[in-house]
């Protein structure tokens, strides 16, 4: 199986991917609340940063240790990753990953994307868009 010769066993799915500002988790019992949910980003000028985006996958059908990464894409090249591994006994369970990313450079205008892979395994995306505010006229 092609999927297995990538080093993985099974091949999660991904339930949601939800980019917003902030992620407040209840410590007691783990739910989340999401804040700011968006699908753009407007910028004065560029280069620019963003100060922080959240990104919040949901993931399902894992079974044992799997490694498991979530990228940031511009039109023109990979502008964060971030790597780790999760582990579940139970591949009904569904496991929801939180990643924030602070001061995420913005290069160009167009559409980005947000991608969640296992191995080297690409399991979904998300687009946003990054648009420069039009310059007031003199």
Not at 30 to 44: A, D, E, H, P, S
Not at 60 to 65: A, D, L, N, S, Y
Not at 113 to 122: I, K, L, S, W
């Amino acid at each position: 199986m092609a999927d297995a010769a990538r080093g993985l066993d099974s091949i999660p799915e991904v339930l949601a991917i939800i980019i917003c500002n902030e992620v407040i988790e209840d410590k007691h019992t783990n739910n989340k609340t999401l804040v700011g949910l968006f699908n753009g980003i407007t910028v004065r000028s560029l280069p620019a940063f963003h100060s922080r985006i959240c990104v919040v996958a949901s993931l399902t059908g894992i079974i044992g240790e799997m490694p498991i990464g979530i990228r940031i894409m511009s039109p023109s090249d990979v502008v964060a990753d971030v790597k780790g591994k999760t582990n579940s006994e139970d591949g009904e369970v569904v496991l929801d990953l939180v990643v924030e990313f602070r001061d995420l450079p913005l290069k160009e205008e167009g559409t980005h994307r947000v991608e969640v892979y296992a191995g080297n395994v690409a399991l979904a995306g998300r687009n946003f868009t990054v648009v420069k505010m039009p310059q007031p006229m003199s």
